[in-house]
C-alpha cells in the first residue's frame, strides 16, 4: 500500500532512458524517453508505474500503492555519450500478517499469524509440543497457526511470539 521510489543512473546530456518491468505474475511493461524528440512512451503499464517528474531530469520510477503484483525485476538503463548503464532492481513486497491469540474449546491458546508474506513464525515462551500448520493462498500470501499444548497444567499466562520481516508482535492469555 505504500509508495516506492527506484532511482536510476542520472547523467547529463542523456540520449534515453528506458525502463523494463518484468513482474511475476502478469506481461512486461516499459517506460522510455527519448532526449532528441523530448517524448515519453508506456507500454503496458498500469497506471500505478509512472515517472517521479520528468525524466529528461530524473529518471526515477515511482510506484504508487505498491501491491504483491508489483514484484519482479525493474530495469533501468539510461544511454549517455559516456555509454550505456544499467540498475536492477528485485522487488520483493512483505505483507505484514494480522495476528490474533486465543483460548480454544479445550482452554488450549491459539496463536495465528494471518496473510502475512512471507509467512511469520510462531514461537512460545513456555516449552510445549506444537508444530505451527500453514495453509497458503492465492495471492501468495500464508497463513500460519500454532496451538500451544502445554506439559504441565493450564491456566497459566502463555506468551506468543509471531516473527516476521515486517515487524515482530507478542501478546500473553491465559486460558
Known amino acids: 500500500g ?3 521510489e527506484l532511482t536510476c543512473t542520472q547523467k547529463s546530456n542523456t540520449t534515453m532512458v528506458t525502463w523494463k518491468i518484468s ?8 517506460l522510455g524517453y527519448r532526449a532528441d524528440r523530448n517524448e515519453t512512451d508506456r507500454t503496458n503499464c498500469s497506471e500505478s508505474m509512472n515517472w ?8 526515477t520510477l515511482e510506484i504508487r500503492q505498491v ?7 525493474y530495469t533501468c538503463e539510461v544511454v549517455a555519450p559516456e555509454g550505456n548503464f544499467h540498475r536492477l532492481y528485485l522487488l520483493t513486497v512483505l505483507v505484514p500478517p494480522r495476528s ?12 495465528i499469524a494471518a496473510a502475512g508474506k512471507p509467512a511469520a ?32 497444567t493450564k491456566g497459566t499466562n502463555t506468551t506468543c ?8 508482535w507478542s501478546k500473553s492469555i491465559a486460558c
Request: glycine letters at 10%; charged letters at 20%; aromatic letters at 8%.
Open 100 to 111: 490474533t491469540l486465543y483460548c480454544d474449546e479445550q482452554g488450549n491458546p491459539v496463536c
Open 52 to 59: 517521479k517528474s520528468r525524466p529528461d531530469q530524473d529518471p
Open 121 to 152: 513464525q510462531i514461537s512460545w515462551v513456555l516449552e510445549n509440543n506444537s508444530t505451527p500448520n500453514e495453509e497458503g493462498h492465492d495471492n501468495g500470501t500464508v497463513t500460519v497457526f500454532s496451538k500451544f499444548t502445554p506439559y504441565g
Open 23 to 30: 513482474p511475476k505474475v502478469g506481461g512486461h511493461c516499459s
Open 67 to 73: 501491491k504483491i503484483a508489483h514484484e519482479g525485476n
Open 2 to 4: 505504500y509508495s516506492s
Open 161 to 168: 511470539i509471531v516473527s516476521h520481516p515486517a515487524g515482530n
